[in-house]
């Protein structure tokens, strides 16, 4: 099992930035790829980030330039950076680990925490 803990949402004008972090706990030892995914009411959760054990990153197209996803290994954790943010950007962000299970995955998530971009 793997336990999620995120924070750093909040509320931000257009334009400002927000970092999110996410600490791993548990069966990190499973882990192969991290990622942020985001769900504004009515649509569909969608991946925002994400980033292999071994440092690839891949990123929406609409976040390219904007976002920015690292790893801290020592500390299990994982960081959102949001730059230059829209109030398109404005979603519940939650984050995801994925371990290999056979010849599928599992996904592990966390509680979500809110980011909200004003005018």
């Known amino acids: 099992q793997v336990q999620l803990v995120e924070s750093g949402g909040g509320l931000v004008q257009a334009g400002g930035s927000l970092r999110l972090s996410c600490a791993a706990s548990?069966?990190?030892?499973?882990?192969?790829?991290m990622g942020w995914y985001r769900q504004a009411p009515g649509k569909q959760r969608d991946l925002v980030a994400s980033?292999?054990?071994?440092?690839?990153?891949n990123y929406a197209d609409s976040v390219k330039g904007r976002f920015t996803i690292s790893r801290d290994n020592a500390k299990n954790t994982v960081y959102l950076q949001m730059n230059s943010l829209k109030p398109e950007d404005t979603a519940v962000y939650y984050c995801?680990?994925?371990?290999?299970?056979?010849?599928?995955?599992?996904?592990?998530w966390g509680q979500g925490t809110q980011v909200t971009v004003s005018l």
């Open positions: 995801n680990a994925r371990s290999p299970w056979g010849s599928s995955w599992l996904d592990y």
């Open positions: 548990g069966s990190i030892f499973s882990i192969n790829a």
């Open positions: 980033i292999t054990s071994g440092g690839s990153t």
